[in-house]
């Protein structure tokens, strides 16, 4: 036959080639940008949030198929979490690459349904915070047996071998930080100390927990402190070091369940329970900067309490109000472009048949998962403009009465 004939059979798989790509892409990564998170109110059942990061930049954009990379997060109702998406989409858009983000909205079930839409898209590697570190244990090793590389995201999952790396912030040291806040406060002795927990489905909760606990015990055996509203810690206080166990009776006496209301809800039963003399200049151990918020709320509006130093973590935006307006005492940066740089690097390490770098391991119950923790950084009103604005995290026109 003649070269003309070939050249033209060639030139026709070329374009039907091309436009299959297109397809695929259109199927793979359907633009369906949702609303903002405030006015998206009612949780994700079935149909995966999607949002779709496209490169502007002048590299050129792999075809989704090049970075097949899907990522699962907990939930839209936090402020945390849309940061990690905000900072996924720009860290994406940089990099000329394209994934798809989808919301498990506090359900485990709901994961596990994003999980496997992902597998059926044909994702090669999956970064998923899971909502429950337990129950994310099926979806996990639903991803290994399809051949799909699992990377833990900030909270480890648990109970299985089926976690190939674990990116995370040191949670510890979270902990360590906000208790040696309130330490650093401290003039006198027999002072008033509330504590409050993440939620027990989440494993950080508890070395957040563990780091609060070998700084704040020691103050509280010497009698620094008196903790007002756990029985169960105060029958522990004499111990340095707690178990699993232990910390699970505790924290189930003081949890915000991460949730707002929660804390609310818990900060005013406590402060109703209380007397006048367990108020006064009060200590409060909170564990991130929503329910901060809300408990900083609760006490500041008990006539009883006449000051009160509240920890925080996550340097939420309403939070770096509320530390500006005197509201909230500290937060702990975490910064989210770290992590999610980190989780992308991982991803493409793994997809070119690579070791993501490892620099410690964090034990999930069945294997030690090599991991990359970072590190953070306590913020209050003295160095909030160095920490938060100079560093390029948020803009100074994102808050009022900034010096
Ligand atoms: C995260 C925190 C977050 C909390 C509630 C934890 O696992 O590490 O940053 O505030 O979950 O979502």
Do not use: H
């Amino acid at each position: 036959m003649s070269k003309k004939f070939y050249s033209l059979i060639a030139l026709i798989m070329v374009l039907t080639m091309a436009l299959a790509a297109c397809q695929t892409t259109a199927t793979e990564a359907p633009a369906t940008e949702n609303a903002t998170p405030m006015q998206q109110e009612t949780p994700m059942t079935t149909e995966p949030v999607t949002t779709e990061a496209v490169a502007t930049g002048e590299g050129t954009v792999p075809a989704a198929g090049e970075f097949s990379v899907g990522i699962v997060l907990p939930t839209r109702d936090e402020p945390r979490w849309i940061q990690d998406e905000t900072r996924f989409r720009d860290a994406l858009t940089q990099a000329g690459y394209n994934a798809e983000i989808l919301f498990s909205q506090g359900s485990s079930a709901t994961e596990k349904q994003n999980v496997e839409s992902l597998i059926t898209q044909g994702i090669q590697v999956l970064i998923i915070c899971p909502q429950d570190g337990a129950a994310a244990a099926a979806a996990a090793e639903e991803a290994r047996n399809a051949g799909v590389k699992v990377i833990s995201y900030d909270r480890l999952i648990l109970d299985t071998d089926a976690v190939d790396y674990y990116v995370t912030f040191d949670s510890v040291a979270v902990g360590k930080a906000q208790a040696q806040y309130l330490v650093d406060k401290v003039t006198g002795t027999g002072l008033p100390l509330y504590l409050y927990a993440g939620a027990s489905s989440d494993n950080n909760a508890f070395l957040f927990f563990e780091g609060a606990w070998s700084v704040l015990q020691p103050k509280i055996a010497d009698g620094t402190f008196v903790i007002k509203n756990s029985s169960e810690a105060v029958a522990l206080q004499d111990k340095a070091e707690l178990t699993r166990d232990e910390m699970a009776g505790i924290i189930g006496q003081v949890t915000t369940n991460w949730d707002f209301n929660t804390a609310k809800n818990l900060a005013e039963a406590n402060l109703t329970s209380a007397s006048a003399a367990d108020k006064g200049d009060v200590f409060i151990l909170a564990p991130n900067d929503g329910t901060a918020r809300s408990i900083a709320d609760a006490f500041a509006a008990d006539t009883d309490v006449t000051s009160y130093v509240v920890t925080g973590q996550d340097a939420e935006v309403a939070s770096i109000q509320y530390i500006i307006d005197g509201k909230q005492s500290m937060t702990v940066l975490k910064d989210v472009r770290t992590l999610v740089n980190d989780a992308i690097a991982a991803a493409i390490t793994m997809l070119e048949g690579g070791t993501p770098e490892q620099t410690a391991s964090y034990n999930n119950n069945v294997i030690d998962v090599p991991a990359k923790p970072s590190e953070v950084i306590t913020v209050d009103k003295d160095n909030v403009k160095e920490a938060i604005i100079d560093s390029g995290y948020y803009e100074a026109s994102q808050f009022t009465g900034l010096e």
